[in-house]
């Protein structure tokens, strides 16, 4: 596995405004994604976490184009993909793809696992139906299914196998990376066991690196090789797996951990965060997480912390540090 | 274990649709004591909210129809109850909360009107009372400031507080028996963490059974007395929680807990369950786990699995423990 | 055998091609006729001809193939609708209106023969009693009429044929159908789908005019059209579309909108499809089955439309729709009152039979209702 840098992102910004008035003027912004910096290496999961309301999935879909982004940059193996063409991305998008949370609005209702994932091979330049019929079912086999169902409509397949398909369209132009954006949170245990094995087993054997987008901690914690945890839009924490999990340092990733349940352990001391996570509108001033925070410092309404490497990797944006 | 105060046997409800005959429940047995929390375990399926909409007689029908059983509320078979009756039981005596907050609560009136709705309806009190039980109650889920909340309306709630809203409104007449149909699947972790708090402290403080739905195991541990694992509209295993984490008899339950992430330990591959949940329409003959366990015995395809009692509390549906199944 | 297989993929290709040429080729016959129709013989074809052929030539050669591509998907809603026996009623009574349409004519006499002798024939098996005072005798006698199977459903004022008049009124009231709806559609969906994809500014400016066009007095605009250009059914077909498509706009636009925000569409942008084939892929075969529903369900409100208009009296007095044979019989209710039930009954049940299709096509196609 080479250890050099497949993606890059530098001070990514996402800001939507919000609209109002008579003539539709801007009188505000939900600063969904506020200036994020991270990279992934080829054939690396960086596990992506965070509650709702965090930005991460945004981040996953302005990383691929999906939304254009208000300020920073993102480069791609070197080359700066933030203000490519239309024209230009198409090449891109052999390179990265993406999976979603949801099987049942993922797929074209309308459309056969074949057409589904054939369409990523016609757009692509395979006209031939038949090698294109040859290619979508080795996919399906690759992905667990079986060939000849590939004449089957989405209502014809199960939550698990559903997601299988959206996989097997990810893979059918052979990327380098893949956003997974939430893609276990809805199946049943069982098969989140079966889809997540599925997703080792296809980066071991194509290299593939993972952007793996989640809210279960404990799924992050199986798959990833670094992790990342947001907030508000921001970065929070990020480091090794090892170290996020047995030395956690920013507040929050420690309330995270403690809220975890675990089956092993009863009930334990857990930090509890008073309040909900405040608006993207009007994120507090200073450390976005000060009014929660439980180890809060005079200075954290005041100067927001950056995100400083504190050594060995391991990135921490509070003040305490 | 003290008085039971729900006895439920061999309850079998069934949804007639055109494709077949779907047995949702199909002869589950529970008891559900004072005070104690017992959780209705098992993936999506299995029977559990179908159970709990039985008890209360909540089950759209047609299609569905409970086609058999006793439900037995502190002697009384709910089952034979005409339908007042039911609507005097419901939301006084035993009172249900659903996974989304969001469609359980009216959009169009204030928090604080809809606990009091409750608080008239079953309580019969006077406005200014219901007023202020509704005020105490969203103080006991953890609501701060109640007053001004209580005049607030859904939408303004973050989600975390219309759960809470919604168990303050469940708790207006005192029930009996609180049924929480997967109350923390929908929300963020932090929030759940909340919420089991907050289930904890009800616990402690009121002296009311809890009959807990969830599709996760590891909830269980927290809040759980003892709990029931569902498959396929039928019981699988019910112990205590801690009898079930350590020592699981039933090959489906054993291999669920192998299934889970563990926050603890990484594994190089998880355990997985091959196959996938039978179809409730045609199910397969016999255990409805045969097909996917690796210990199926001959006759777990043929014969329905007995109740096995492995220790006091401890009971297992499967042909490994059965004296037929250990003749082979 | 695969070789086999490869020519089969071979001639399927070239099928392709062969079906933009056979269109070619029909609408350059198609040209050639009308030239001479126009120029050297008489009247070969009505107009109505031409736009028929036009269609159906259309559909067999592009609606055919890919229906039959998606026949397994049709085949599945078919079952969930068929479940539904007042669709499948409402489906086999308008099955039986177009083939009288069709084919009735050909049984039936011509139903603007007038035939005074035979004026005024009650349907069969009922008999009309009618007082006549005898200005000589000074007596009233009874003049007593029963109805022949040779006037089924009885004749008017004028001697002609009911039944026929009936028949031909179908023939009227489904092709005003088709053709209203088939415009308002079409501007519905291309407005709506427009301003869907479009998004900002263009999108509210195609949504305020569809309000203005919403507030638009139709009814004044059709007397106008009448006033100027005399009561013709053309017009008013012409007019009933363009001021129909407003609805239809809406609904299209705002289903086009959640489509587009569908993880699928997203997934497709993610492959990186143009937009042409998100739009043509992915929108418009989703949007089809609401278009279907909102096509039946709008083509009762046109028929009645076009029958109010001919009731009150501005539709075509050329044409023998329901809707004036219904203005005719109404003043002599107590009397002939055949000449009034007959197309009333029709219109009736012709109205509840789309509506009870489009209910069960839009039951079928919601994936939330479980049938």
């Not at chain 1, 199986?222 to 970065?235: D, T």
């Not at chain 2, 607030?152 to 809203?165: C, T, V």
């Not at chain 3, 519905?188 to 919403?214: C, E, Q």
Request: some cysteine; glycine content about 8%; charged content about 20%.
């Amino acid at each position: 596995m080479l250890n050099h840098k497949l993606l890059e992102v530098e001070n990514l910004k996402k800001y939507y405004p919000i609209t109002g008035g008579l003539f539709a003027r801007q009188i505000g912004e939900v600063k969904a994604v506020d200036g994020v910096s991270f990279y992934i290496k080829e054939g690396e999961t960086l596990g992506l976490a965070g509650e709702s309301g965090c930005g991460k999935s945004t981040l996953g879909r302005t990383i691929l184009r999906l939304e254009e982004p208000t300020e920073g940059e993102i480069t791609y193996q070197g080359i700066n993909i933030t203000k490519l063409t239309k024209k230009e991305l198409r090449g891109l998008r052999k390179q990265i793809q993406i999976i979603f949370q949801d099987p049942q609005s993922s797929l074209d209702p309308r459309m056969t696992a074949n057409q589904s994932i054939g369409e990523a091979l016609l757009i692509h330049g395979m006209r031939d139906d038949q090698e294109r019929a040859k290619r979508v079912a080795e996919i399906l086999e690759r992905v667990g299914l079986e060939s000849r169902h590939a004449w089957r409509y989405p209502h014809e397949f199960s939550s698990g196998q559903r997601q299988r398909i959206g996989i097997g369209r990810a893979l059918a132009v052979n990327p380098k990376l893949i956003i997974a954006d939430e893609p276990v949170s809805a199946l049943d245990v069982s098969i989140q066991a079966q889809i997540l094995n599925l997703m080792l087993d296809l980066q071991k054997e194509f290299g593939l690196a993972y952007l793996f987008i989640a809210h279960d901690l404990s799924v992050i914690r199986q798959v990833s090789h670094r992790v990342a945890i947001m907030y508000l839009g921001k970065i929070v924490e990020l480091a090794e797996k090892g170290e996020i999990f047995q030395k956690p340092l920013h507040p929050y990733t420690e309330a995270l951990l403690s809220a975890i349940p675990n089956i092993r352990q009863k009930k334990k001391t857990r930090i509890l965060l008073p309040g909900s996570v405040p608006s993207p509108l009007n994120p507090p001033p200073g450390c976005r997480f000060h009014t929660r925070c439980h180890r809060v410092l005079p200075i954290c309404d005041k100067e927001e912390p950056p995100l400083k490497d504190i050594g060995e990797g391991h990135l921490v944006a509070c003040h305490l540090y | 274990m003290t008085d039971v105060i729900l006895r439920i046997r061999n309850l079998r409800t069934y949804f007639f649709t055109r494709r077949g005959i779907v047995k949702a429940v199909d002869g589950v047995d529970f008891d559900l004591g004072k005070s104690e929390c017992l959780c209705l375990v098992g993936e999506s399926g299995c029977g559990k909210t179908v159970t709990a909409l039985s008890i209360l007689s909540l089950i759209d029908s047609p299609p569905g129809r409970i086609v058999g059983g006793e439900i037995y509320y502190n002697n009384l078979n709910l089952l034979e109850c005409p339908p007042d009756q039911i609507r005097r039981i419901r939301g006084k005596e035993i009172a249900m909360i659903f996974q989304d907050a969001q469609s359980a609560l009216n959009p169009v009136f204030t928090i604080g009107d809809q606990v009091v709705e409750q608080v008239k309806l079953h309580l019969g009190t006077t406005t200014r009372e219901a007023k202020e039980k509704a005020i105490s109650l969203l103080e006991e889920v953890g609501i701060p400031t109640p007053e001004k909340v209580a005049n607030y309306y859904p939408h303004q709630l973050s989600g975390g507080m219309r759960q809470r809203a919604m168990i303050a409104m469940s708790l207006s007449c005192d029930p009996q028996i609180l049924i929480a149909d997967e109350p923390t699947t929908a929300v963020d972790v932090t929030v759940k963490a909340q919420i089991m708090d907050i289930f904890n402290q009800l616990k402690n403080t009121r002296q009311m059974s809890l009959l807990f739905i969830t599709h996760e195991l590891s909830i269980v541990s927290e809040i759980g007395d003892r709990i029931l694992v569902m498959y396929g509209g039928r019981v699988a295993e019910t112990t205590t929680v801690s009898e079930l984490l350590n020592n699981p008899k039933h090959p489906y339950t054993a291999s669920l807990i192998k299934c889970l992430p563990d926050i603890t330990q990484v594994r190089d591959r998880l355990e997985t369950i091959p196959g996938t949940v039978p179809s409730l329409i045609d199910p397969p003959g016999g255990c409805l786990f045969h097909p996917r366990c690796d210990k199926a015995l001959p006759i777990c395809r043929e014969e329905k699995p007995p109740p096995v009692t492995i220790t006091n509390g401890h009971t297992v549906f499967c042909h490994l423990y059965s004296r037929k199944g250990e003749m082979g | 055998m695969t070789n086999r297989f490869k020519n089969i993929k071979h001639i399927a290709r070239k099928v392709g091609m062969v079906k933009n040429l056979a269109f070619i080729a029909v609408m350059a016959l198609l040209g050639v006729v009308l030239l001479l129709d126009i120029f050297v013989v008489e009247k070969i074809f009505g107009l109505l001809v031409y736009l028929y052929i036009v269609l159906g030539t259309l559909f067999i050669l592009y609606g055919i193939p890919s229906l039959y591509a998606s026949r397994r998907l049709i085949k599945y809603y078919w079952q969930r609708a068929s479940r539904n026996r007042l669709a499948v009623g409402g489906l086999a009574f308008i099955l039986f209106l177009i083939l009288l349409a069709i084919i009735g004519p050909l049984f039936t006499t011509d139903p603007t023969a007038a035939n005074f002798e035979e004026k005024n024939l009650p349907p069969v098996g009922f008999t009309l009693e009618e007082s006549v005072y005898d200005i000589k005798t000074g007596q009233f006698t009874t003049h007593r009429i029963t109805g022949t199977g040779e006037h089924p459903v009885g004749t008017d004022d004028k001697g002609r044929d009911l039944l026929a008049m009936i028949i031909s009124g179908a023939g009227v009231s489904l092709q005003v159908g088709l053709f209203a709806t088939g415009i308002a559609i079409a501007l519905g969906t291309l407005i709506g789908v427009t301003a869907a994809y479009l998004g900002g500014k263009m999108d509210n400016i195609l949504m305020r005019f569809t309000d203005i066009m919403m507030t638009f007095p139709f009814f004044l605009l059709l007397v106008f059209i009448v006033f100027i250009f005399g009561p013709n059914l053309v017009f008013i077909v012409i007019v009933i579309g363009l001021t129909g498509w407003t609805g239809t706009a809406r609904l299209i636009r705002s289903e086009s909108l959640s489509l587009r925000t569908r993880e699928f569409v997203m997934a497709s942008k993610a492959l990186g499809a143009s937009d042409n084939r998100i739009i043509l892929s992915h929108l418009i075969p989703n949007v089809i089955s609401l278009i279907i529903v909102i096509a039946t369900l709008s083509i009762p409100g046109v028929i009645l439309a076009e029958a109010a208009l001919s009731f009150i009296g501005l539709g075509d007095p050329n044409v023998a729709s329901w809707g004036m044979i219904l203005r005719a019989g109404q003043q002599n209710l107590d009397t002939t009152w055949w000449v009034a039930v007959a197309p009333g009954v029709m219109l009736f049940l012709t109205v509840l039979a789309f509506n009870f299709l489009g209910d069960g096509l839009r039951d079928a196609f919601d994936p939330r209702s479980n049938i």
